[in-house]
């Protein structure tokens, strides 16, 4: 019985089983649904620190107490290495890596730059007080009273229509063929040519000729080929002027066409002949009887003229022996050869080729000719017309209000400008005009007719174009201008028509000083002009500078990771304590913070370095006042204030401080951050994990030209170009090097 109650369990110890369960289960149900549990808080014994002093150098601490009261050791180490002490529950762990470096902001000192000039057409009519106050136009409504020039407003009144035009039709007679055929007829005709069989050489020589100078020359046969050369005595010999007439033309050398008589042959069978006409008429040399071909050249001209002693001329002209070089000449011709004197041109000698008999052909051509023979006629009739034309239409008035002064606030309304009248309608025939044959469809002469005559032109429908012009400072005018009471008349039959009635009356005045092209408007005279310019705008121009800064962005701050441990296995852990990135140069980016390393419990990242050569929107300075460089400085980054220079700055601004990252991420890790006042005087003293500041720029003299012009005119409120010793009154703001992190424990 005993040994069965001792393996078995009683009904109470079951009770109690459940009940304890049930008490473990409902003290779990709030682990497993939050996923954390509260931990005791224990009480604090120390801390150590390891950090960078600055340049590199490692420190660490040790404090003890439950106010860190007591520093164990505080000193410069090579290397940090944590001792745990016995008896700890719990270590409190925290690490923060090194911070990125600032960014550059690249600054040059801006980049002041003046714009412009820019034009604007402004019209001078709607301009308002919200145009005019518009900040980058600084301009005023005294710019333009004062620069603005004269104004008014103008309407034409309508102008009436044309009367319709008259036609007059006439009627011309005429009796045309219409139907004919063609005949062919045939001709013949015959004639004879003639040509020379065979020719024959003539001589003419010995002759002699007393030539003006008293020269003498000379020249022989062959027959006298023995010879001593001639003589310079005065003998009389033929003279050369009158030489035997050869007895045949020298021209019938060339194969010519001689009509000797013609025979034709008419289409009645009948024959005629007519005799060939008289050879023409030839000219002669020297009388002596000799035809020269028709391009013979004239003595002693160019390259038809040899000297006697060629050895083509002996060849040529074997008969002409004795000569005197000195005053003789030879022309030469395939067959002729002329021998003159070189001082009166007179012939003395030639020589020529002779036909000695002909023979004759005869020939005949046929032609014919195409003779058109009407066969009918018929009456042909066709029309012309004469158009006279109806008066035309009349102008309405011309009128103006009063001259204003340009400003702010003109307003120019039509109140009622009427279409121009319409043409009176045009009187034309309904019937066709065309040419036509045999009986003509209307008389010699007609006039067409509506309703005796073409409409008059017509008028607009009311008396009076009207406008209103002005404004509440000027005083506004209603224009009335007369539109035209009568169109031009109709044409009649008999003439033209008479111009209509034009419209005169005008109020408050006519227009006399030439600006008027369309139906309404206005016209300007400028203030630097004398004419006056209808319908146009004011030119307005203006200059102005703008400038911005540059800045860099600051680096991030290391990360902050903490967390709870029971022990450590290891006793000997390497600490690494993150180093802060380099600043930005040159508008670059700052370099990234290393990470700070526990052994193998703990890494907090480095924070990114800044971004760099950041550009702020460009800003449109305003304007220069004299003397601003020496005014005291205004609130960085202020609006304008009279007496103080403007100054605006960009960058250098402080990184965010490191904060815990990772409290939520297991049920160990929700110990609050590091609260004593000792580790966060260390921290904020050595800015523990900041990233370096972003660099900048400051310039303190924020101005630039501003410089605006009214038709040509500066504006007396424009400001001139500041000088280099405020546009050049500027300062950088240097970017800072990340900071780094720390390791912190304690317990």
Known sequence: MTKQKKKGFSMVEIMLLLLFVSLITAALTPVVTKKHFKMPRPASHGAYMCYDVGGGQLHEVRFSGKALTTKVFDRNVAQCKF???????????SAIGGGGGGGDSGYEGGSYLTLGPYTEQMYPIGITAAMVDERHRDITANDFLNFGGKIYAFVHGAASGAGGDQLYATRSDSYPCTKSHKETHTYTTTYRTSSCDGWETVEVEDYHSDDSSGGTSNWGSDSDSDRDPPSTSHEKDPTPDNPDTPPDNPNHGVEQATQEGTATVHPDGTTTFDPDPPPPAVDKINGGGIQLPGNFPIPGVGNNTYNLKDNKLRLDLPKFRFYNPNDSFAMLHPKYAFLFSRVSNDLLAYTYQKCTGYSYSTHSTVRTSVTTVCDQHRNYYTYGTATYTGGAGAAGAVCRSNIKNGGVGLEHSVVNVPANGRDGNDCYPGYNLSPEYDSPHYPPTYCTSCSGRPEDGFTAGSTYSTITFGSTEQGVDTVNAQNSPHGGYGASCSGDGANGTPGTSCSPATVTEGCSPSRYGYCLKRWNKSNWEANTTYEYKYTYSQNYLQYGLPGLQGQYKTMVIRSFKDKDLLITIGKGGAKGVDGGQGESGTDTIFGNV????GGVGGEGGKLTPSEKLIGYRGGAESWPAGVTN???????????????????????????????????????????????????????KGGGSRHNCWFGEYRKWLDGGELEHSYPLPPDACRNNYERIEAEDGHSGALIIRW
């Open 83 to 93: 001792e745990p002490p016995e008896k700890v529950s719990y270590f409190h762990v």
């Open 602 to 605: 703990i890494t907090a990242k």
């Open 638 to 692: 202020a609006d304008y204030v009279e007496g103080k220079r403007i100054v605006r700055e960009e960058g250098g601004v402080d990184p965010d401080k490191p904060m815990p990252d990772n409290l939520s991420s297991n049920i160990m890790n929700f110990l609050a951050p590091q609260d004593s006042v000792v580790i966060s005087d260390i921290m904020e003293t050595y800015r523990i994990g900041y990233g370096g």
